[in-house]
Structure formats: structure tokens, C-alpha cells
């Protein structure tokens, strides 16, 4: 997706692809009726829509000004948008799209088209260029495993947030990291490198202060980035910092095992091959702790048919596609507003 350019390249309009997740949130902006290689027009990016980590009032001032800001680096106006595809952690429930849905038709002139999900289904769409097929895998501050078959049945595990066990993702990693600072500090469990390794990260000169600055802020993103630290800790050999991880990829992967079972997306007898789109920097490759490696590897124990795919474009651009998608009745996609 380096391929920009500065003003409009067509006269047919634009679509928006928004994907709004829990740390930030980015909206792309594409010429509609474009084919073959994905050109951007612009791409712009605000901090967190999810409603439930920062409020209902601040998430649509972000989806607002991230929208306003695509449209001005474009040299766009909001009555050249053809279609628009919000795709934001957080959206759980028909409730939450309707909300969304009502709030987008205020917005723009009433020739829009709406597309309103979760964040998880602009990941899959990213991995497979715009066809929803296969099962998609989001391990970043939060986590989610969600799968969707040809003819449109859905199903998804986890994606409920930290305090209803979005276990594996980036604050799930961190906050039981953290616990286990705690615990090592006051005797109820094993001394372990996440100490020194985060005191040292945090700036912090004693274990007493973890506390403090855990409750300082309640951003689920400020949590999840001490990730980097587990994992470098568990290179180094730390033992509590290695089961942390492990305990992780069992999570991930046990989300992803149950919406292959419900959807049956390896056929009757478990053997068929699927996509599996693995998106968030918590799947991101590193050589000697590779959290997305182990994963599959654990997946294809119970499904061997498994086809990890790295995807080539930005979830953002997954969202794009969909709207395009949606607007010109191609694909598979289904307009839940218009």
C-alpha cells in the first residue's frame, strides 16, 4: 500500500474502509472502480473507536475526525462517497450496528451505502482481498477468533473484552505478567526476569509501584505493550515468562479450534483445508518466540487442513474492499445498511 497519490484519480467517487480497533484507528480511502492493484488515496490515522474502552462520546469522535481526515488528504468530499465499511472492535451485538448504522445516515448524503461490523470481519476480508470464506484469527490488545462459510453462516470465540477473557491477546499476556511481578514480590509465587525486565521498562524502582501504575490509567493498549518484554524475558530463558506464552498460544489457538468445529469449515470429517488469516502484533513474527508459528502449529494438531495466510494489504483495506464490494453487488458480502 504504497502506491498514494495527491487528489482524485476517478470521477465514479470514493469508498471509506474503517478499521477501528482498541489501540488505534485507521480509515483508507479508495477510488471507486478501480481494479487490478489496490491504489490509496489516502490513509489517516486517530487513537481508539471502541466504545467500550473509551466511551461511546470519544469512539465517534475518533470514527468522525478519521473519516474527515481520509476525505481532506484525498481532496474528497463527503458527497463523492460511495460506500463505507466500519469495522470496529467492540461491535458484539445487531444493537451495536444499529447504533452505527443510525449515526453513518446522519453523516453522509442518503446515496451511501453502510457496511457495520466487527473489526475481526475487516481483518478476514484483508487476508482474502474482499471474499468472506474461512476463519480469521485477531491477536492484539484484544483478541478474536472469527469464521464465516459461502453461504454466509458465522460464528466467533472470545472478542468479549479483558474482563470476560480475551485470553492470549496482548493485555492478557501483560496483565498476567504483571500479576506475576506481584506475586513474586509478595512470596505467593516464583521469582521470575519479568521483574527487573519491567521495572526497568516502566521506570519504576520497586515492585510496590507496578500497582500504582497499573490503576494510573485504564488503557487496555497501555497494558498490552508490554508484550515485547514477556517475550524478551521468555528468550531469555525466565520460566514463568515461557508458560505465560505458551498458556497464550493454547488460548489463541483453542479459539480458532472452536469456530472450525461450529462451522464445520474443514468439512464432516475435519480433513478440508481453510484459510486462516492471522492478523495483530501479537502473531507477528519473531524468530526465536514465535507466538503465531506455535499457534498453527497447535491448530493443525486437531486440523491439519489449516492455511495460515499473512496478509498482503492493511485490515483497513479488507473494510475498503467490502464496501466496494457492496456497492457494486460483486463478492459476497451482506448489506446490513443502506
Not at 477510488?31 to 489516502?42: A, D, E, H, N
Not at 472478542?159 to 485470553?167: E, F, R
Not at 514463568?240 to 469449515?265: F, G, P, T, Y
Not at 524468530?287 to 483497513?316: F, H, L, M, R
Request: net charge negative; aromatic share 4%.
Amino acid at each position: 500500500m504504497d502506491n498514494h497519490t495527491n487528489g482524485p484519480i476517478e470521477d465514479l467517487g470514493v469508498v471509506l474502509g474503517v478499521d477501528g480497533g482498541t489501540t488505534n484507528t485507521v480509515c483508507v480511502c479508495l477510488p471507486y472502480g478501480s481494479t487490478g492493484q489496490v491504489k490509496c488515496l489516502s490513509r489517516a490515522v486517530a487513537g481508539s473507536s471502541n466504545r467500550n474502552s473509551v466511551g461511546e462520546n470519544a469512539a465517534m469522535e475518533t470514527l468522525e475526525n478519521v473519516m474527515k481526515e481520509a476525505l481532506s488528504m484525498a481532496e474528497r468530499d463527503w458527497s463523492e462517497v460511495r460506500a463505507v465499511c466500519l469495522a470496529v472492535s467492540g461491535v458484539n451485538h445487531p444493537s451495536d450496528q444499529k447504533r452505527l448504522l443510525d449515526w453513518l445516515r446522519m453523516k453522509f448524503p442518503s446515496h451511501v451505502k453502510f457496511y457495520v461490523e466487527n473489526d475481526a470481519v475487516a481483518a478476514l476480508a484483508s487476508g482474502t482481498m474482499g471474499k468472506l470464506h474461512g476463519c480469521v484469527l485477531i491477536a492484539g490488545t484484544g483478541s478474536i477468533a472469527y469464521g464465516i462459510t459461502e453461504d454466509g453462516r458465522e460464528a466467533r470465540a472470545a472478542g468479549a473484552g479483558p474482563v470476560l477473557g480475551d485470553w492470549g491477546s496482548g493485555y492478557g499476556i501483560a496483565a498476567q505478567a504483571l500479576t506475576a511481578v506481584i506475586k513474586a514480590h509478595d512470596g505467593r509465587g516464583p521469582l521470575t526476569r519479568l521483574t527487573d525486565n519491567i521495572l526497568k521498562e516502566l521506570q519504576l524502582s520497586s515492585p510496590d509501584e507496578v500497582i500504582g501504575w497499573t490503576y494510573a490509567d485504564a488503557s487496555w493498549a497501555r497494558i498490552a505493550a508490554l508484550v515485547p518484554v514477556v517475550v524478551s524475558s521468555a528468550i531469555e530463558g525466565d520460566e514463568v515468562a515461557n508458560k505465560i506464552l505458551h498458556e497464550s498460544v493454547c488460548d489463541l489457538a483453542d479459539c480458532v479450534i472452536a469456530v472450525v468445529r461450529r462451522l464445520q469449515l474443514c468439512g464432516e470429517d475435519g480433513k478440508g483445508r481453510f484459510p486462516l488469516v492471522m492478523v495483530g502484533g501479537v502473531l507477528e513474527s519473531n524468530k526465536k518466540w514465535d507466538i503465531g508459528k506455535e499457534v498453527t502449529k497447535c491448530i493443525s494438531k486437531v486440523y491439519p487442513g489449516i492455511n495460515p495466510i499473512q496478509p498482503e494489504v492493511e485490515p483497513a483495506v479488507g473494510a475498503a474492499l467490502l464496501a466496494w464490494h457492496m456497492c457494486t453487488k460483486e463478492g459476497k458480502t451482506v448489506q446490513n445498511g443502506t
